[in-house]
């Protein structure tokens, strides 16, 4: 018997890509994984990588876990919303979320800055980025089934966020968001701060997106590392791999995780803070920048992964947070909030249509 089609949520944020879906037993699954591709081949041991994929265009990109900026697309281009790079990415995803050869209805997102124009709804973007998503890729080695992206829907990324806080996993409304009419979303992610205001009918009443994602907090933890790189006895901290200063950061030194190497490890707790705290510094000026006067405003909602570092969330870390606004709530998996909102939005109309 054919299997229906999946109707499956994307977050395809420049630093993460979030899946969410209902299993064939009606049970969520998420799934995340790093925004990282290049171009061309890709190799694992002795093997061509099954995560390297040919576009229509005759384009070959490969899905990896690390690489240097030079070898990396980069994922901070808005243009990369509608390019083959995401296509490949959002196929890559959907196969190791478990959807390999599966009919697919997509629910995805656009930044607030780019589902929204001058004049309103950008129904050109939103069209090219459906467009983008419905085009065929096909697998380099021929071993994976791509999933058939039967149908696109789009979202701007903040309104699916405060949807998200506001209702518990089992439907009913979160009582921390009861009473709230006017919000700001705070969406911290890798490479981007995107920030939306949001009224008591969950329009988006006025938007920003910078450049302040965690990238800021993790170079300019880089830069402390190689300033005190002797007093902390640390050689060459210039060459550390950038995909190893996440680990470190969330370690709180540097070392081995091995419990009989704890006596060798670096702590780079306090250097942390310092990143930290001078990032939270951007984006409260981020926030005064897209709203002067936060009298009006009931909740500042943050969300996205670097909502976990900023948040208190990291064991060594206070909440940063705290000090944008007299209420600041933070979701339990912030870095999932967005598209759990999708995934409850979709499912809402898929729903509505279904009665009709």
Not at 193 to 220: P, Q
Not at 238 to 261: C, F, H, R, V, W
Request: with cysteine.
């Amino acid at each position: 018997m054919k299997q229906k089609p999946v109707l499956v949520a994307i977050d395809g944020g420049s630093g993460n890509i979030a899946v969410r879906y209902l299993n064939d037993d009606g049970k969520a699954h998420q799934f995340i994984m790093r925004s990282v591709i290049r171009r061309g081949h890709l190799q694992q041991g002795s093997k061509e990588s099954n995560s390297t994929w040919h576009t229509a265009e005759g384009e070959l990109y490969s899905v990896t876990s690390t690489g240097t900026r030079m070898d990396l697309v980069d994922t901070c281009d808005p243009q990369y919303q509608i390019s083959d790079a995401n296509r490949v990415l959002v196929v890559d995803a959907l196969v190791k979320a478990g959807l390999e050869g599966r009919d697919i209805i997509l629910a995805d997102t656009l930044p607030a800055d780019q589902f929204y124009g001058e004049n309103g709804i950008n129904h050109e973007r939103i069209e090219a980025k459906k467009k983008s998503l419905m085009l065929p890729v096909k697998n380099y080695t021929g071993k994976v089934t791509p999933p058939r992206i039967l149908e696109v829907k789009i979202w701007p990324e903040a309104v699916p966020a405060f949807v998200s806080a506001s209702i518990a996993d089992d439907g009913s409304e979160n009582p921390a968001m009861e009473g709230v009419r006017h919000s700001i979303v705070v969406d911290i992610g890798r490479f981007t701060c995107d920030l939306a205001m949001l009224d008591d009918n969950d329009d988006v009443i006025s938007r920003l997106t910078t450049e302040n994602g965690i990238h800021m907090l993790i170079k300019r933890f880089h830069a402390l590392l190689m300033e005190h790189e002797q007093e902390l006895g640390i050689v060459e901290a210039k060459e550390i791999n950038p995909a190893a200063l996440d680990t470190i950061i969330e370690n709180g030194y540097i070392g081995s995780s091995a419990p009989a190497m704890a006596s060798k490890r670096i702590n780079i707790e306090k250097l942390v803070k310092i990143a930290a705290q001078e990032l939270a510094g951007l984006i409260r000026s981020d926030i005064r920048a897209l709203h002067r006067n936060l009298s009006d405003i009931d909740v500042l909602l943050v969300v996205g992964g670097g909502a976990n570092w900023l948040g208190g969330k990291l064991s060594y870390l206070p909440n940063f947070a705290e000090e944008w606004h007299q209420y600041v709530y933070i979701p339990e998996q912030p870095e999932m909030a967005v598209v759990r909102g999708v995934h409850l939005l979709a499912l809402g109309e898929h729903q509505e249509l279904e009665n009709e």
